[in-house]
């Protein structure tokens, strides 16, 4: 042990180790004893950034000394250039082996794709602001209902036709024909497109929600409910607010349920 202690090489070896262990539990101990809150140094900074300068300053500080540097790289040409069969050789010839090995597997886990789900849990319906624009138009989400229904919730016949028009241009190709959200894109998405005639969807649904999901799609739901990327398009552009609530009208006269009531 004293002669690994006093050997350039052997101290350059226990030096890395101890910035390796300040950096990895030292600073977080002290960040959380001081602060309350323990900060980790992000793994790539580690690696990338942190022990790469500690190497750089190590290898400097040596090499500044002639016997020093001598010192250091030693064991390493002996390592490398050494005849004579002995414990040198027979770790060379280890290390041949295992060096393309380990490189070999690290990298291997480093490219394979990760086909699981993320961890993180999607909030499927998260709470909707209280107003959305679109056009000139801002909209009161909390008392909005849809002005194509009729007193009694029927839905008027000539805004009902253009809703489906309006589905039928923009909507189809994810949410599909038959509206179980299975449309010629839908495969290509996760989550896939919403199926609304499934119980979970439309059906628990005030038409003022669905109004605020049609017109910010996917980048308009907040942080709780990204989770997934969703691919729900932004439709407050390309859509009037009447257009909108028509195709609305549509979505839920053609699975046949009706939307939650306001208040409910
Ligand atoms: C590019 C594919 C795509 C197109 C086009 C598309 N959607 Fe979506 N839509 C999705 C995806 C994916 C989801 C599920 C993720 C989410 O909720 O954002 C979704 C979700 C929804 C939801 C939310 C349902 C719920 O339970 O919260 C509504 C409402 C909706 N879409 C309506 C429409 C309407 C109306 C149109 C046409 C104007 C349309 N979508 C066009 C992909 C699409």
Known sequence: ???????????????????????????????????????PIPAHLLWTIYMPLVVLALLLFISANEQWWSEFKQPLLNLIVEQTPSG????????????????????YLLIRPDISAPPELRSIHPAPPSSVSVGAETIDLRTAV??????????????????????GQNCVICHGDSLEG????????????????????????????????????????????????SAM?????????????????YLYDATDQLPRAVGE
């Open 182 to 229: 299975d449309g010629l894109f839908a495969t290509s998405f996760r989550p896939r497109p919403a199926d609304f005639t499934d119980f979970g969807t439309i059906a628990q649904l005030q038409e003022s929600y669905l109004f605020w999901r049609i017109a910010t799609g996917g980048p308009g739901l907040p942080a709780d409910g990204k989770g997934w990327n």
């Open 146 to 167: 849809n002005p194509y229904r009729g007193a009694d919730g029927a839905p008027e016949t000539g805004a009902l036709a253009e809703g489906r028009a309006v589905y």
């Open 1 to 39: 042990m004293r002669r690994v202690l006093n050997h350039k090489l052997g101290q350059f070896v226990i030096l890395l180790l101890l910035a390796f262990l300040l950096f990895q539990f030292g600073i977080p101990w002290l960040s959380s004893a001081i602060t309350g809150t323990a900060a």
């Open 233 to 249: 398009p932004v439709w407050d552009e390309t859509l009037s607010a009447d257009e909108i609530w028509k195709v609305i009208l």
């Open 88 to 107: 040198l050789v027979r770790l060379r010839r280890v290390l041949l082996v295992a060096v393309p090995l380990i490189a070999g597997g690290v990298a």
